[in-house]
């Protein structure tokens, strides 16, 4: 059969899609313009904004290793096994994504602050989560695990259960079922899931101000050069974190989200 033509509701999609991508586009694009390649020259050559970003990149990594470690494992058990509370425990890995991130530092505050109870618990051991580099780690982690929990979650209930029983008949345990069957044809898009959750991390503002305002974070920095210097201050930290966060989202995009097959009826 011929290609059907390209008909109004079509064009109508077409048009919406144009309107979205503008509303998306326009503000980034207009602050990379207006930014320049002088202005972000000048960025990275102040000590402030190197710092920041560096920290922000190595936090968010730090996030998402953590996140990895506790996260794949939960969302192998969602995606594989029913179980009494099943749906209650995925509204609460959800739960961050609708927290009103200022609420959420508050919320992390009272139980990870010097006054709070496991802050308290764990002060004589110096661990603590206000002004440090584990309060930042904590709050990106609140706010950025439902990504990867989510990502890894979808990736690993399409692969077919039915491979995991041929290798446990042939004598692979559990784990290893899993680890030479399961996760190589499901890391994909557990990758791309962590993509997701770092690329989060790196852009949280409300929870980690809360808890952490120092040292700063890249949106912190922005925030404070605004508030004290204007928009033409805090323009370079922006776009520098936009342009990573744009990088690492394409790459994933391009190598990592898997393209889906077109058939004949889907070309209807």
């Excluded at 326009?26 to 313009?33: E, H, R, V």
């Excluded at 425990?89 to 992390?108: K, R, S």
């Excluded at 308290?120 to 002004?131: D, K, Q």
Aim: charged letters at 15%.
């Amino acid at each position: 059969m011929g290609r059907r033509p390209f008909s109004l509701f079509w064009a109508l999609c077409a048009a919406a899609g144009v309107v979205l991508l503008t509303f998306v586009v326009l503000p980034a694009g207009s602050m990379i313009a207006e930014a320049g390649a002088g202005l972000l020259g000048e960025a990275l050559r102040q000590d402030d904004v190197r710092r920041s970003l560096v920290l922000t990149v190595s936090a968010a990594l730090i996030t998402t290793v953590i996140g990895f470690v506790v996260g794949v494992p939960l969302a192998y058990l969602l995606a594989r096994k029913e179980f009494p509370g099943k749906r209650a425990v995925e509204g609460v890995i959800d739960l961050p994504i609708v927290f009103p991130h200022t609420a959420a530092g508050v919320a992390l505050l009272t139980v990870y602050g010097r006054q709070g109870v496991v802050g308290r618990l764990l002060a004589p051991l110096g661990i603590e989560f206000t002004e440090t580099m584990a309060g930042i780690v904590l709050a990106m982690l609140f706010v950025s695990l439902p990504f990867l929990v989510d990502g890894a979650r979808e990736a690993f209930a399409l692969v077919d259960e039915r491979y995991e029983h041929v290798a446990r008949t042939l004598g692979s345990s559990r784990f290893g079922a899993f680890a030479r069957v399961t996760f190589p044809q499901a890391w994909r898009g557990v990758l791309a899931g962590a993509v997701l959750m770092w690329g989060r991390g790196i852009s949280e503002f409300g929870a980690v101000v809360i808890l952490a305002y120092n040292p700063k974070v890249i949106s912190v920095l922005t925030f404070e050069r605004f508030e004290g210097f204007g928009l033409r201050a805090a323009q370079p930290p922006a776009v520098l974190i936009v342009l990573v966060a744009f990088v690492a989202f394409l790459l994933a995009r391009t190598f990592l989200v898997p393209r889906r097959r077109r058939t004949g009826k889907g070309q209807r």
